[in-house]
């Protein structure tokens, strides 16, 4: 049987930073309070002419060459994404696929807002096992700023842009394998967080207007609330099905949406503070670039070994949810 294995890791963030300082004279706020409220002290934000596959190519690159995987054995590309390049079509992934220059590939893109990572996993996982491909490249990539309202202090303080990328390849070694990843939804929660505008629902009230109508659009405190219930049960389920116990996790990688809630899922898992990955203060929250991003941000700075067992855990709009049990299983 073919096992699924996380062999390597990419990201990259756009050059400009965009501080709690910066946005203090863009809306009513305060570098104290986004602190104290999310842990975020600044985020990066892509030029003008700079595309979310662009990011997701320069992250894919180096998840690429960290594998050893040739660009021609690379049969399948899925991107996460909640704002691609074009809307409805082409596909991220297929520009992401002709930019990297590979040839002969399944690419699709799939849309679970910031738990579209482990989604993405998911899927490699199970077309891996099924024998149906062998080295699939996942990335989540996002260019949130193209669709917040940086007159929105409830939600332009939160979102930032960047992109990270895996290679998830066929092994024979069970010791290697993506242990389980579980995924879930619930569209009774689909107004909590939203870009309400730009879709069929809304096509003849939009069609024609500004690009502002397409802005996301959240209930943060309502989020709030869920995505501790929701995350804290998330991640107990996995371990408790996988007979794993939070000490046996050497890194906890969850959604970084804000450091709150964090520490509050943490807390509940009895984790220590050097178990749990924050990335949130420099990088603030990515949708679904989060959790590559963060797991990229171990690796180089040389936390991450071979062997190592990660818990990835995230939420986000639709709502969605999801968390993975995985090794890190780089070829040397
Ligand atoms: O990634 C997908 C999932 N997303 C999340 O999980 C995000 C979840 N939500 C959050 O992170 C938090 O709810 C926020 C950071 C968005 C907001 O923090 P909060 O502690 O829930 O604040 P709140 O919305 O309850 O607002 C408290 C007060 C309000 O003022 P009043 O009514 O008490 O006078 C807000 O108007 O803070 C005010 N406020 C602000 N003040 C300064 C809201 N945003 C800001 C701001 N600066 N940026």
């Given at each position: 049987?073919?096992?699924?294995?996380?062999?390597?890791?990419?990201?990259?963030?756009?050059?400009?930073?965009?501080?709690?300082?910066?946005?203090?004279?863009?809306?009513?706020?305060?570098?104290?309070?986004?602190?104290?409220?999310?842990?975020?002290?600044?985020?990066?934000?892509?030029?003008?002419?700079?595309?979310?596959?662009?990011?997701?190519?320069?992250?894919?690159?180096?998840?690429?060459?960290?594998?050893?995987?040739?660009?021609?054995?690379?049969?399948?590309?899925?991107?996460?994404?909640?704002?691609?390049?074009?809307?409805?079509?082409p596909s991220t992934a297929?520009?992401?696929?002709?930019?990297?220059?590979?040839?002969?590939?399944?690419?699709?893109?799939?849309?679970?807002?910031?738990?579209?990572?482990?989604?993405?996993?998911?899927?490699?996982?199970?077309?891996?096992?099924?024998?149906?491909?062998?080295?699939?490249?996942?990335?989540?990539?996002?260019?949130?700023?193209?669709?917040?309202?940086?007159?929105?202090?409830?939600?332009?303080?939160?979102?930032?842009d960047g992109a990270g990328?895996?290679?998830?390849?066929?092994?024979?070694?069970?010791?290697?394998?993506?242990?389980?990843?579980?995924?879930?939804?619930?569209?009774?929660?689909?107004?909590?967080?939203?870009?309400?505008?730009?879709?069929?629902?809304s096509a003849h009230d939009?069609?024609?207007?500004?690009?502002?109508?397409?802005?996301?659009?959240?209930?943060?405190?309502?989020?709030?609330?869920?995505?501790?219930?929701?995350?804290?049960?998330?991640?107990?389920?996995?371990?408790?099905?996988?007979?794993?116990?939070?000490?046996?996790?050497?890194?906890?990688?969850?959604?970084?949406?804000?450091?709150?809630?964090?520490?509050?899922?943490?807390?509940?898992?009895?984790?220590?503070?050097?178990?749990?990955?924050?990335?949130?203060?420099?990088?603030?929250?990515?949708?679904?670039?989060?959790?590559?991003?963060?797991?990229?941000?171990?690796?180089?700075?040389?936390?991450?070994?071979?062997?190592?067992?990660?818990?990835?855990?995230?939420?986000?709009?639709?709502?969605?949810?999801?968390?993975?049990?995985?090794?890190?299983?780089?070829?040397?």
């Amino acid at each position: 049987m073919a096992y699924a294995a996380f062999r390597s890791i990419g990201a990259y963030v756009p050059e400009k930073i965009l501080t709690n300082e910066d946005l203090s004279v863009m809306v009513d706020t305060t570098d104290e309070w986004i602190t104290k409220r999310t842990g975020i002290k600044e985020r990066h934000i892509a030029a003008k002419d700079e595309y979310t596959s662009d990011l997701g190519v320069k992250a894919a690159q180096k998840a690429i060459e960290r594998s050893g995987v040739a660009l021609e054995d690379i049969d399948m590309i899925i991107t996460a994404t909640i704002s691609p390049d074009y809307f409805c079509m082409p596909s991220t992934a297929t520009i992401i696929s002709t930019k990297l220059g590979l040839k002969n590939v399944t690419a699709f893109d799939i849309s679970a807002a910031c738990t579209g990572f482990v989604y993405i996993l998911s899927i490699a996982k199970a077309f891996i096992e099924s024998g149906m491909k062998k080295n699939i490249l996942i990335i989540g990539a996002e260019k949130l700023s193209a669709i917040t309202d940086y007159t929105d202090r409830g939600t332009c303080i939160l979102f930032g842009d960047g992109a990270g990328a895996a290679m998830i390849c066929a092994t024979e070694d069970k010791s290697e394998a993506i242990i389980d990843v579980h995924t879930g939804a619930d569209g009774e929660y689909a107004d909590l967080l939203m870009t309400p505008n730009g879709g069929s629902g809304s096509a003849h009230d939009t069609l024609g207007q500004e690009a502002s109508s397409c802005f996301m659009q959240m209930k943060g405190n309502e989020t709030f609330k869920v995505a501790v219930r929701t995350l804290t049960k998330d991640v107990k389920e996995i371990l408790a099905d996988n007979d794993i116990a939070s000490d046996d996790i050497i890194h906890f990688v969850p959604h970084q949406a804000n450091y709150r809630i964090i520490k509050a899922v943490g807390d509940a898992l009895k984790l220590r503070e050097e178990q749990v990955v924050l990335t949130v203060g420099k990088f603030g929250n990515t949708s679904g670039a989060s959790i590559p991003m963060a797991i990229n941000d171990i690796y180089e700075s040389g936390k991450l070994k071979k062997g190592e067992l990660m818990l990835l855990d995230a939420f986000g709009g639709g709502l969605t949810w999801g968390s993975a049990l995985v090794p890190f299983s780089p070829n040397n």
